[in-house]
């Protein structure tokens, strides 16, 4: 267990701490990368953090986008926690479903004495960072993600054969003192929360967990799900991304999560609002509407677009030609008679929203008359992750 003196973040009574997630440093969306928009939000952050002098910020997993990131990403991640460091706030950090534990990890034991606690991949339990503030400690424990497979070694009699029962059988482990003060980061995905066409569901953990499950912490400060969302019982929360990474979140405030705690019981959660340096826009018209100065006089040009054309008939280089206008256009779509005449059932629209485990399901049940068994969801399941973390 690390302890952290009551010195971080002088002058916070109480303990006072941001909770951010899903960064995906050094992601294209698009082909566009997204490395200077990344910045721009975390000098956002940073101001903010000034503003709210925490004593920590938790950032709950991906913090890049891929295990091997560009270099360019880590040393803006580089940047962003030594100066968190030299502003006495604790930066507190799990590796994702996108992350490599061992590199993101890398000279953490070091970095620690800076304030800076990363946790390791995980070894059989979970790291803790004891922070006080007046009414004494408050424990963090940090949960990196892990898969079932990753577990098992360390808990060979106890039954760990999906998300749910393995996350259960390693927070039973960790033996809470329920009447002090507790926090968990983790990097989950719980049953029933909405989604974004963003986010690799199944290399989560395509069972998910029940919310049931982080009762006994104060606050759980969640990663892998985009859309900013409280659980029902109000202490368990998704900040989801700074930044809007796909068109589903277009109408998304992405937000900061502030999170209060005083005595035992007593909880305050509030958000402050993030503004990207280019936002994502959806625009819909006939390509002399849209091509019109009358348009787009008052939008922002600069910002990322989905343009989708009303035309009957394709327009001839309508992508190159819109450039001149909307230079970052992301997508263009058609919405016309032909468009929606089309009623593949693999329709691109319908497959973004859909998990690779639920459309090759559907294949199953097509091509053999019945749904797949639980044990089959399991390995094809477990090829799919394989799949994915080999192409990343």
Known sequence: MYIGGSDIGEGSFTMKFLHLSDLHLGKRVNEFSMLEDQEHILEEILAAAAAERP??????????????????????????????????????VISGNHDSPERLSFGSRVMARGGIYIAQAFQGTVQCVA???????????????????????????????????????????IHLDE??????????????????????????????????????????????????????????????????YSFSESCQQKSLTVVELREKGSLTVRTLPLTPKRD?????????????????????????????????????DAVARLRSIYPRIM????????????????????????????????????????????????IVSSHIEDIWEDAQ
């Open 55 to 92: 004593q920590a910020v938790l950032i709950a997993g991906d913090i890049y986008d891929k295990p091997v990131p560009p270099a360019e990403a880590v040393r803006l991640f580089d940047s962003f926690i030594c100066r968190l460091s030299e502003a006495g706030i604790a930066a507190l």
């Open 131 to 173: 922070l006080e503030d007046e009414y004494g400690p408050v424990n963090f424990y940090l949960l990196p993600f892990v898969k079932p497979a990753m577990a098992k070694p360390f808990f060979p009699e106890e039954v760990c054969g999906d998300t749910q029962s393995t996350v259960e059988t390693i927070l039973r482990d």
């Open 179 to 244: 009447g002090g003060r507790n926090v968990l980061t983790a990097h989950l995905f719980v049953t029933g929360c909405p989604r974004c066409d963003s986010e690799d569901v199944v290399v989560g953990g395509a069972e998910g967990v029940s919310a049931e499950i982080f009762n006994a912490f104060d606050y759980t400060a969640l990663g892998h799900l985009h859309g900013p969302q409280t659980l029902p019982d109000g202490k368990a929360r998704y900040c989801g991304t700074p930044l809007k």
């Open 280 to 316: 994502l826009r959806e625009i819909c018209g006939g390509y002399n509407e849209i091509a019109s100065k009358k348009f787009y006089d008052g939008l922002d040009t600069g910002d990322y677009f989905h343009i989708t054309l009303t035309d009957e008939e394709d327009v001839f």
């Open 331 to 378: 997508r263009l779509d058609y919405d016309n008679s032909r468009t929606r005449s089309q009623t593949d059932v693999f329709t691109a629209a319908r497959a973004e929203s859909r998990t690779p485990l639920e459309l090759f399901d559907e294949l199953y049940f097509k091509q053999n008359g019945a749904e797949l068994t639980e044990e089959q969801k399991r």
